[in-house]
Each structure stands twice: as C-alpha cells, then as structure tokens.
C-alpha cells in the first residue's frame, strides 16, 4: 500500500496532461455539436424499496467523453496483460474484467472524494480509475519498480488513496468494507464504502439490481445507493448484471460452461463500450472520426506503457521486506525460520494515512 513520491508525481502530470488533452477537444468542438443528451436506461427491479433510482439519466459531453476514454483504457490494459501473461512476462495470478468496464466507470462516475472502494482481485481497472496512471498499474502486473506497490502486489494487490485493493480471498474484502465504512463514520468525513464482490461470494440478497453493461445505469444507481446510505437508511446491497469475456482467470478458457457463440453474441450485442459510444454519437455529443482518435491515442498510450513495464527494473532484494509496516516498533522482521531476521525499512508513506 505504499508508493514512491516520484510515482505520485507521474500520476499527477499524467491527469493533467489527460485534463489538458480532454480540455483541448472539448474547446475544439463545444460549439457545433451537442454539450448534454439524456438517454433511458432499463427500469431497475426493486426489492424492500418503495422507489429506486431514476431511468432518465443526463450526461454532458465532457462526463461522456471522459467516460467512454476510461472504459476504452480499461478495455486497452486487460488485453495487454492477457498477451503479457501468454508471454509469460505477468507470473503468478491474473484475473481481467474484459466486458465489466461499465460497472467500475459508471460507480467511480457517482463516488464523491471522500468516498472509498474496496474489491476482490479483479482489480486492474478500479486501480487505474482511482488515480494510479498506466504504467502504474502495468509495472505492477510486471512485478517492476514502477508499480503502484512497486512490483511487490502483483495482479491481486494493488492499492491506491481511498483504495483499498486487490483482495485475494473470496469474500474478505466485505468485512474490510465495512469497517472502512464504520471508519467514514467515526471520523465523520460523510464517505460511504463500496465493498465489491462477484456473484462466487454470495447466493442471493440483492436489493435492487442493475444493467451492468449501461454505464448511465450503474452511475445512476450508485448515486442512487450513495443517497440512501448518506440520508441515514442503513447499508444497501446492489446487484450489477455483467458479462465477463475471459474465464475466471488465465488459466480458465471460459468456454466449459458457455459456448463461444453466446459470447461473441454478447459482445456485438451488449457491449459496454459499443453501445456507450452509439449513444455518444447518436446524441451529437462527437462524431465517429473524433472518437476514433482518441481510441488511437488510447491505443498509443496503453501501448507505450505496456512497453516500459516489460523494460522497467526490479526492485532490489533489500526492498522484499521494506514498507510491511507504516510504525514498525522493531527494526527486523521474521525471514524463513524465526531465527532468520531481516531489515525492516521505510521507503515511502503510505498511500491511505493521510
């Protein structure tokens, strides 16, 4: 959980040059095409709830854009990490969310700053939207020192401010989201958590369930899941229909228990990304040729760090056991055998202690 100041820097000129880049097209377009559309969404089922959130949802062409840019590089990174763990250059796990993209941009979309995630390991995508850049996150995969843990967290653990992973368990991060909840609380900062799991670490319980391949539906939902946690009504459990296109993992082909024609059907007729930019286009929002520019200056981006994360370095050895604690009261830590110590240090703070 812990990253160096030069990391932090890197991510911050990044958004803003991705600010300035947005900022730039939005200048050179604002006056001949639309600025905001409102667009229905499917209804939501209810459970326990006397009213739900709305199925008209508003979005202007800068939270559009900015959007459909996000699920684009989501999209960009898990296919990347697909091919590096064939070349056997990502080791260990690796769990993509190829198809998911809407439930992470359209929850994210809703979060307010004081608002905290945590989730289980398909953790790729949530690490970049809360705040890591790209190479942060592919460094990361790669096991280099330009990760966002340093190489230190792999595919299953990453963490960033308000983040909390990369959980590696099935179904532990949901106590962990309550207590960063109960600790909103008790320090008053007015923040929710969403605790998120997959439908593989519970059987049923939902309240109200969602399209999660309509990223206007998961914002609205969320917003809709905010407001009812924050007006005092107790916690609320939201269920997202998605489709994930990969198997498990890696090492699951995904085709034992679906046939490769029901996916290819959902991928041309339910895609997250496809339909979020029909809408954009259909709406005058931009034009096909504008989003396909910045599809390639995605592509280029992705791929510039997908590059640097194969040519980046390793930690050193003396880093295996540095940053474990944030107040180390001993200067050693327990190696192999009890009577193997070794050093304890400090590189930099901790991402989440502010």
Same mark, same amino acid.
């Given at each position: 959980?812990?990253?160096?100041?030069?990391?932090?820097?890197?991510?911050?000129?990044?958004?803003?040059?991705?600010?300035?880049?947005?900022?730039?097209?939005?200048?050179?377009?604002?006056?001949?095409?639309?600025?905001?559309?409102?667009?229905?969404?499917?209804?939501?089922?209810?459970?326990?709830?006397?009213?739900?959130?709305?199925?008209?949802?508003?979005?202007?062409?800068?939270?559009?854009?900015? /959007?459909?840019?996000?699920?684009?590089?989501?999209?960009?990174?898990?296919?990347?990490?697909?091919?590096?763990?064939?070349?056997?250059?990502?080791?260990? +796990?690796?769990?993509?969310?190829?198809?998911?993209?809407?439930?992470?941009?359209?929850?994210?979309?809703?979060?307010?700053?004081?608002?905290?995630?945590?989730?289980?390991?398909?953790?790729?995508?949530?690490?970049?939207?809360?705040?890591?850049?790209?190479?942060?996150?592919?460094?990361?995969?790669?096991?280099?020192?330009?990760?966002?843990?340093?190489?230190?967290?792999?595919? /299953?653990?990453?963490?960033?401010?308000? +983040?909390?992973?990369?959980?590696?368990?099935?179904?532990?991060?949901?106590?962990?989201?309550?207590?960063?909840? +109960?600790?909103?609380?008790?320090?008053?900062?007015?923040?929710?958590?969403?605790?998120?799991?997959?439908?593989?670490?519970?059987?049923?319980?939902?309240?109200?369930?969602?399209?999660?391949?309509?990223?206007?539906?998961?914002?609205?939902?969320?917003?809709?899941?905010?407001?009812?946690?924050?007006?005092?009504?107790?916690?609320?459990?939201?269920?997202? +229909?998605?489709?994930?296109?990969?198997?498990?993992?890696?090492?699951?082909?995904?085709?034992?228990?679906?046939?490769?024609?029901?996916?290819?059907?959902?991928?041309?007729?339910?895609?997250?990304?496809?339909?979020?930019?029909?809408?954009?286009?259909?709406?005058? /929002?931009?034009?096909?040729?504008?989003?396909?520019?910045?599809?390639?200056?995605?592509?280029?981006?992705?791929?510039?760090?997908?590059?640097?994360?194969?040519?980046?370095?390793?930690?050193?050895?003396?880093?295996?056991?540095?940053?474990?604690?944030?107040?180390?009261?001993?200067?050693?830590?327990?190696?192999?055998?009890?009577?193997?110590?070794?050093?304890?240090?400090?590189?930099?703070?901790?991402?989440?202690?502010?």
């Amino acid at each position: 959980m812990f990253s160096s100041t030069l990391s932090a820097l890197r991510r911050q000129a990044t958004q803003r040059n991705v600010n300035k880049a947005l900022s730039s097209w939005f200048s050179s377009s604002r006056n001949t095409y639309a600025t905001e559309a409102t667009f229905e969404t499917k209804p939501f089922r209810l459970h326990k709830l006397d009213e739900g959130p709305s199925t008209s949802a508003t979005v202007n062409k800068e939270d559009a854009i900015r /959007m459909y840019r996000e699920m684009q590089i989501i999209r960009r990174m898990e296919t990347a990490a697909g091919n590096l763990y064939k070349e056997k250059i990502i080791r260990g +796990f690796c769990h993509l969310s190829s198809g998911q993209e809407a439930c992470a941009v359209g929850m994210k979309a809703a979060m307010r700053p004081q608002d905290a995630i945590i989730t289980a390991y398909r953790a790729h995508g949530w690490t970049y939207l809360m705040g890591v850049d790209v190479l942060g996150v592919m460094s990361e995969l790669t096991g280099r020192h330009s990760g966002c843990a340093r190489g230190k967290g792999g595919s /299953m653990h990453m963490y960033s401010h308000n +983040f909390y992973g990369g959980n590696g368990i099935v179904g532990a991060q949901i106590p962990l989201g309550a207590g960063i909840a +109960f600790a909103a609380k008790y320090l008053g900062t007015g923040g929710v958590c969403l605790a998120l799991y997959g439908d593989g670490a519970a059987n049923q319980g939902q309240v109200f369930e969602v399209d999660g391949m309509d990223v206007l539906a998961v914002r609205q939902a969320t917003e809709f899941a905010i407001n009812h946690c924050t007006s005092g009504k107790g916690p609320i459990v939201m269920e997202a +229909f998605t489709y994930r296109y990969s198997g498990h993992s890696m090492s699951d082909p995904g085709t034992s228990y679906r046939t490769r024609e029901e996916v290819q059907e959902v991928r041309q007729t339910r895609d997250p990304i496809t339909s979020f930019r029909e809408r954009i286009v259909s709406s005058g /929002m931009a034009t096909p040729d504008e989003l396909k520019k910045l599809e390639q200056e995605i592509r280029r981006e992705v791929d510039e760090a997908t590059k640097r994360s194969k040519q980046d370095a390793e930690i050193g050895m003396d880093e295996l056991t540095a940053d474990v604690y944030s107040n180390p009261l001993e200067d050693k830590i327990r190696g192999i055998a009890p009577w193997e110590q070794l050093p304890h240090k400090r590189l930099g703070p901790a991402v989440n202690l502010k």
